[in-house]
């Protein structure tokens, strides 16, 4: 074994060993939390849903429905040529990569570039295309917080007023993303591979990467400048989804006897958002986002076991649709790559840019 290999040996290694030492400690808290709230009446609680359990699991569809259609509306090539069903079972099988690994790994968006690979699509395109979701969708998702926060007087006058901290950091992340966009209409491998040419390095490390990362460039850069229409539609849809989240929110709690709003909930799942996004070095959020979830329940006034409720009935979702999302990309990865449609030449040109480019 070379000295290259050995390092990232060690580095795989480590970070293995810190992966399952958060989750390992998330379970932990969940525990904890499970113990000190009193196992009993959390099970009354679970058991008074009932018949009404599928009520838990569907409204998901909703929230997987529009993310679909916001990546969708994100292709740089359109239409995407295997259509919509499809791209929403891609979708679902990413997604279930990314319940089950810290969300800053961004393991989910490799997992998209790689089910639009086994479906034949190139690199340059699966992408671009992967880059400008998740910026429809950041964007939305701030969006979906700033309604949300102006919702907190409203729906909870005990609150009183949020933190200003809480509205300088939406307007930092919104210069972010802004930033962020005006950088992608300008290249966004762009900057890297000048300064890895006047840092004077060898070029035949990247070379290998080089076309693919120009073509996506080219691709990226032209949707975000010339297709403002399917840009500001897959805001929309994804916006849209950020609000079924909170209709699922309302649905659950209904289902388990606890009465609120819709504004209310809204303003629940915007709240259980932030944590994510805060603890999301943690696999899964595991033990994080219930110990956030009794601290916002408590905050609007509901008990803390109506809070480990409600995610214990919410993580049998996730469990669910990820278990049908990890069936899917069991069938995808024996499924030969289907060559693209007959009506897009140019995306089989570029299928082929690609393949030589990456082997």
Same mark, same amino acid.
């Given at each position: $074994?070379?000295?290259?290999?050995?390092?990232?040996?060690? &580095?795989?290694?480590?970070?293995?060993?810190?992966?399952?030492?958060? *989750?390992?400690?998330?379970?932990?808290?969940?525990?904890?939390?499970?113990?000190?709230?009193?196992?009993?009446?959390?099970?009354? &609680?679970?058991?008074?849903?009932?018949?009404?359990?599928?009520?838990? @699991?569907?409204?998901?569809?909703?929230?997987?429905?529009?993310?679909?259609?916001?990546?969708?509306?994100?292709?740089?090539?359109?239409? #995407?040529?295997?259509? #919509?069903?499809?791209?929403?079972?891609?979708?679902?099988?990413?997604?279930?990569?990314?319940?089950?690994?810290?969300?800053?790994?961004?393991?989910?968006?490799?997992?998209?570039? +790689?089910?639009? !690979?086994?479906?034949?699509?190139?690199?340059?395109?699966?992408?671009?295309?992967?880059?400008?979701?998740?910026? /429809?969708?950041?964007?939305?998702?701030?969006?979906?917080?700033?309604?949300?926060?102006?919702?907190?007087?409203?729906?909870?006058?005990?609150?009183?007023?949020?933190?200003?901290?809480?509205?300088?950091?939406?307007?930092?992340?919104?210069?972010?993303?802004?930033?962020?966009?005006?950088? &992608? =209409?300008?290249?966004?491998?762009?900057?890297?591979?000048?300064?890895?040419? =006047?840092?004077?390095?060898?070029?035949?490390?990247?070379?290998?990467?080089? !076309?693919?990362?120009?073509?996506?460039?080219?691709?990226?850069?032209?949707?975000? =400048?010339?297709?403002?229409?399917? *840009?500001?539609?897959?805001?929309? /849809? +994804?916006?849209?989804?950020?609000?079924?989240?909170?209709?699922?929110?309302?649905?659950?709690?209904?289902?388990?006897?606890?009465?609120?709003?819709?504004?209310?909930? @809204?303003?629940?799942?915007?709240?259980?958002?932030?944590?994510?996004? @805060?603890?999301?070095?943690?696999?899964?959020?595991?033990?994080?986002?219930?110990?956030?979830?009794?601290?916002? *329940?408590?905050?609007?006034?509901?008990?803390?076991?109506?809070?480990? %409720?409600?995610?214990?009935?919410? =993580?049998?979702?996730?469990?669910?649709? %990820?278990? %049908?999302?990890?069936?899917?990309?069991?069938?995808?990865? +024996?499924?030969?790559?289907?060559?693209? %449609?007959?009506? +897009?030449?140019? $995306?089989?040109?570029?299928?082929?840019?690609?393949?030589?480019?990456? #082997?």
């Amino acid at each position: $074994m070379n000295k290259a290999s050995s390092n990232t040996w060690i &580095q795989s290694s480590w970070h293995r060993t810190v992966t399952w030492v958060l *989750f390992c400690g998330g379970l932990v808290l969940l525990a904890v939390l499970l113990w000190r709230m009193g196992p009993g009446t959390i099970l009354t &609680q679970l058991a008074a849903v009932g018949w009404k359990l599928p009520l838990v @699991v569907l409204p998901y569809v909703f929230v997987a429905v529009f993310d679909a259609l916001g990546w969708w509306y994100a292709f740089p090539q359109k239409p #995407y040529p295997y259509g #919509y069903f499809d791209l929403f079972r891609r979708r679902l099988a990413a997604k279930a990569i990314n319940d089950v690994t810290p969300a800053f790994s961004m393991a989910g968006e490799l997992a998209k570039v +790689h089910v639009l !690979q086994l479906r034949g699509i190139d690199g340059a395109t699966a992408v671009a295309s992967v880059v400008a979701a998740k910026t /429809t969708l950041t964007l939305s998702e701030l969006w979906f917080l700033f309604i949300a926060l102006l919702l907190v007087p409203l729906k909870v006058p005990a609150a009183g007023v949020l933190f200003p901290e809480v509205w300088i950091g939406l307007l930092v992340a919104g210069l972010g993303i802004a930033g962020v966009i005006l950088w &992608q =209409r300008n290249g966004l491998f762009c900057p890297f591979i000048d300064l890895y040419q =006047r840092l004077g390095l060898p070029m035949r490390f990247i070379k290998r990467y080089l !076309q693919v990362m120009e073509s996506t460039d080219e691709k990226l850069g032209e949707y975000m =400048r010339e297709s403002r229409k399917d *840009f500001w539609l897959s805001c929309v /849809t +994804h916006f849209i989804g950020w609000v079924a989240g909170g209709l699922e929110v309302w649905i659950i709690l209904t289902c388990m006897g606890v009465q609120i709003d819709l504004g209310t909930a @809204v303003v629940v799942e915007a709240l259980l958002v932030i944590v994510q996004g @805060v603890t999301g070095f943690v696999p899964g959020n595991i033990g994080t986002l219930e110990g956030g979830a009794v601290g916002i *329940f408590l905050w609007i006034g509901l008990t803390p076991q109506s809070a480990l %409720a409600f995610m214990l009935l919410r =993580r049998l979702r996730q469990v669910m649709w %990820a278990g %049908a999302g990890f069936a899917i990309l069991g069938r995808l990865a +024996h499924d030969e790559p289907a060559p693209p %449609a007959e009506s +897009h030449p140019s $995306m089989r040109e570029d299928l082929n840019e690609g393949k030589e480019s990456l #082997y």
